[in-house]
Nanobody, 121 residues
């Protein structure tokens, strides 16, 4: 099995910054893709940012220029640096990974438990 553990959420004032971390562990052969999603109350879960194993990234239009996704030096870690936070960024943020497990030939999706980010106005 593959486990994702997120950390770094919290309460911040508008204009502030937070850094989320996600560490994947388990029987991982290779990591295809890691991403951050978020879900606000009453809304669908949406992609915030993603990063491929080769390093290319993609972002939701609403966070471009404010958020940065990056891979850590430690294997299978991903960060989300969030700057210039707005009240509309308030949501539960989930780490997502598509990984190939040892002994498998196909990638599967895994999710973390989520971390709350609250931005006050």
């Amino acid at each position: 099995q593959v486990q994702l553990v997120e950390s770094g959420g919290g309460l911040v004032q508008a204009g502030g910054s937070l850094r989320l971390s996600c560490a994947a562990s388990g029987s991982i052969f290779s990591m295809n893709y890691m991403a951050w999603y978020r879900q606000a109350p009453g809304k669908q879960r949406e992609l915030v940012a993603g990063i491929l194993g080769i390093g290319s990234t993609n972002y939701a239009d609403s966070v471009k220029g404010r958020f940065t996704i990056s891979r850590g030096n430690a294997k299978n870690t991903v960060y989300l640096q969030m700057n210039s936070l707005k009240p509309e960024d308030t949501a539960v943020y989930y780490c997502n990974a598509n990984a190939i497990r040892l002994g498998s030939t196909r990638g599967s999706d895994y999710w973390g438990q989520g971390t709350q980010v609250t931005v006050s106005s």
